[in-house]
Nanobody, 126 residues
C-alpha cells in the first residue's frame, strides 16, 4: 500500500507559476514510478509527468514540456511538480499517483494498479 497526499494547488493568472507537492508513505521499499496526472471537467484523466524513484529518469506530456518540471526528494518521500508559464488549458484537478514498478515504456498511462492521492485543484485564469 502507498498513501499519497498532494498540496500546492490554487488559482493563478495565465503566465504564472505553481508548485505542487506530493508526500507518499514509505510502506514499501520496492521500486516505484511516481507521476502527476490531471483531469479537467468532462475530460479523461491524463498523465502529465512521471519520475523513476531510483534513477530519476523523467517523462512529460507534450503539452507541458518546457513548462513543467517533476523532481523528487527521496529523503523526504516527496515528489514535486513545478509548473511555469501556466495556461488556462492547464486548469484541472491534479493527482499524484504511484505504481510499485518501474515507469516502463508508457510512464504516463493510467494503470489499474496505480495508487492515487485525493487531488489538488489548479485553476488558471486568462
Amino acid at each position: 500500500q502507498v498513501h499519497l497526499e498532494e498540496s500546492g494547488g490554487g488559482s493563478v493568472q495565465a503566465g504564472g507559476s505553481l508548485r505542487l507537492s506530493c508526500v507518499y508513505s514509505r510502506y514499501t521499499y520496492k521500486k516505484k514510478c511516481v507521476g502527476w496526472y490531471r483531469q479537467a471537467p468532462g475530460k479523461e484523466r491524463e498523465g502529465v509527468a512521471a519520475i523513476e524513484d531510483d534513477g530519476g529518469s523523467t517523462a512529460y506530456a507534450d503539452s507541458v514540456k518546457g513548462r513543467f518540471t517533476i523532481s523528487q526528494d527521496n529523503a523526504k518521500n516527496e515528489v514535486y511538480l513545478q509548473m511555469n508559464a501556466l495556461k488556462p488549458e492547464d486548469t484541472a484537478m491534479y493527482y499524484c499517483a504511484a505504481r510499485l514498478s518501474s515507469c516502463g515504456l508508457y510512464p504516463l498511462r493510467v494503470y489499474g494498479d496505480n495508487y492515487w492521492g485525493q487531488g489538488t485543484q489548479v485553476t488558471v485564469s486568462s
